[in-house]
């Protein structure tokens, strides 16, 4: 499939793999919330990465055909960035995985929970502050096992909504009032064997003890409340 791609360089050793049903100037956009995703990440996080490789899709059924995802995904990231173009939202998405890739390429590999709500908040990403989901999230979570190992884009539609939401939830209950926070919890992550289970910081574990958990989903919602 890949090789019927389109292939041209991006930055010095990167390439830019386009779905050939795209037009010739579908790239041109693309590169520019790239370079916008580059400097955001940088604003937020202070990490630099190389570039990684990026795969421009038409349709969400190809990107999907092409990985092990469920279908309600339009992007990810997999030591390259695969994302569907032609979506209104493509630059919350480009930036979503471009943090994932800086987050990854400087060993902060998990927990699962931590590069998921890292990559929402920095892309702003706001869908998840809907009260029935935050009710559902506060009122009976997901295990911090889950939250730490899952795959997300691999659970069922469902199933994955509601990580990303106690995912954006627990990072949101981490920096809440603290600006320098994303920072704080970027430099909390681990590598490979301290994201496995046991090592978490007893900070981060804290996050869902029962009264401190719903405690600070009401906060969050109290928060948007004017905006409903």
């Not at 630099?48 to 990107?63: I, N, S």
């Not at 979570?141 to 509601?162: F, I, K």
């Not at 007893?202 to 948007?224: G, K, V, Y």
Request: aromatic share 8%; net charge negative; with cysteine.
């Amino acid at each position: 499939m890949v090789s019927r791609f389109r292939d041209e360089p991006w930055g010095d050793s990167a390439r830019l793999y386009v779905d050939p049903r795209l037009p010739d100037d579908a790239p041109l956009p693309l590169l520019y919330h790239l370079e916008q995703a580059e400097r955001a990440v940088f604003a937020q996080l202070k990490l630099e990465a190389r570039r990684p490789d990026v795969f421009a899709y038409l349709d969400t059924e190809l990107l999907v055909a092409a990985a092990c995802t469920n279908r309600g995904v339009v992007a990810y990231y997999d030591d390259a960035l695969h994302v569907v173009t032609t979506r209104p939202d493509i630059q919350a998405s480009v930036l979503h995985e471009y943090t994932h890739h800086v987050l990854m390429s400087h060993g902060k590999l998990g927990p699962a929970w931590a590069q998921e709500g890292i990559a929402m908040h920095v892309a702003r990403e706001t869908w998840w502050l809907d009260p029935v989901r935050l009710e559902q999230v506060r009122d009976a979570p997901m295990s911090l096992e889950v939250m730490e190992q899952a795959v997300p884009y691999t659970l069922r539609t469902e199933d994955a909504v509601l990580f990303y939401v106690q995912a954006a939830s627990m990072v949101g209950c981490f920096v809440r009032g603290d600006g320098a926070g994303l920072r704080r919890l970027m430099d909390a992550m681990g590598t490979a064997e301290e994201a496995a289970p046991g090592g978490s910081s007893d900070e981060l574990s804290q996050l869902l003890e029962p009264s401190t958990w719903q405690s600070c989903i009401d906060a969050l919602m109290r928060d948007i409340s004017p905006l409903r």
